[in-house]
């Protein structure tokens, strides 16, 4: 028998839960619907979205021949032997093509279509998971509407979840009662995917029906015993492992501690150590930097430990460079430093280095030995000369930011540096 999620599959737009920014009233694929006129199109977003559901009403919609592939198991065959149906007496009105899993087609794959999508003989409507700037020939992007979905919220999830019980409850004659806490905790677990929570509550069906043909009362511990644990939407390679180190990083450089600790509790729940590590050590020059020059020696010896006792003991150092980054004192001054200099040798012509500042060995050196001045013989082991090449040398690439640290330096050379007074 076929699995709940596909027996209740919706059949028009109002049956649908979520994705009200694309669906809903007037907005763009509920006035595409209406005009029965579909151009090619690629979804994208979470599993268990409704990007499926959608492109079967499109299909029906558009009167157009209905073909399905899925990208896992499509070979150039397949798509030779729809496209070789154009013309047909079943294709007057066109093709409609649908590739789910769009992403595991090869390059060759995509292209194969790309001249009949060109013509108007098959209309595409691609599903992925993955970024389609990345996983997605860049020839059939120009040629396509992109389309988002988001993950469903749990009150999306609690309203397909009823409607697939209220369903169930017909075909089975049965009556299956349960707590708004259950509904909601099922919910949760799924983690914005409503096939995943369709699953669990028709396991618990399956499962329980063989003791009361009747009547199955869906409490908390079938709940949890069937839904095991939630999974966390994590790609190590895809948008949302990026999103996670994003999401990481500017809750620490926005110093909310608690953002911080849930980011990395993310994290360490997809398993991979080394990007975090990385991305703390980067976080530690570049947000907190010459604030707290000493953040980094400490977050290297965290990290360093993290890596050397692996999972599950890993996340205690971990958190310790977290909470310590997240509550340090911030400072941008050297990230900006570099990249402003870096800039410069991309843009203009910074000219020559001085003289009196090349090798000791080299030839310009010797002819200019007596012109560099060693600020170790003078006071405070500064002497006023110029360093900057003289096409630049009223730059100004470092600035000391606003924290106790750097202004104390200033403080320092601003004093050493004054020039005496006349």
Known sequence: MRPLA???????????VGQDHIIGKDKLLNRIIKSGKVPNMIF???SGTGKTTVAGIMAKASDKKFFKLNGTSTNIDDIKNIISQIGTFGTMNGILLYIDELHYLTKRHQQSILEYIENGDVTLIGSTTEN?????????????????????HS?????????????EEKRLNIKVTYGNDVLNY???????????????????????????????NIDMEKAIECSQSKIINYDRNGDNHYNMLSFLQKSIRGSDEQASIHALARLIKGGNLAPICRRLLVIASEDIGLAYPQAISIVKACTDSALQLGLPEARIPLAQATILLASSPKSNSVYKA??????DLDKIDVGQIPIHLCDAHSNSFAKNREAYLYPHDYPNNYVEQQYMPENIKHKVYYKYGNNKFEQSIKSYWDKVKQKPKK
């Open 6 to 16: 596909d027996r209740i599959r919706p059949v028009d737009l109002d049956e649908i």
């Open 44 to 46: 994208f977003g979470p």
């Open 132 to 152: 389609v700037n990345f996983s997605i020939f860049n020839a059939l992007l120009s040629r396509s509407t992109v389309i988002e979905f988001k993950a469903l």
């Open 155 to 167: 009150d999306d999830i609690i309203k397909g979840l009823k409607r697939a019980i209220s369903l």
């Open 186 to 216: 099922i919910a949760e677990v799924a983690g914005g995917d409503l096939r995943r929570a369709l699953n669990t509550t028709e396991l618990i069906i399956n499962t329980y029906i063989i003791y009361n043909s009747d009547k199955i």
């Open 338 to 343: 570099i990249d402003a200099a870096l800039a």
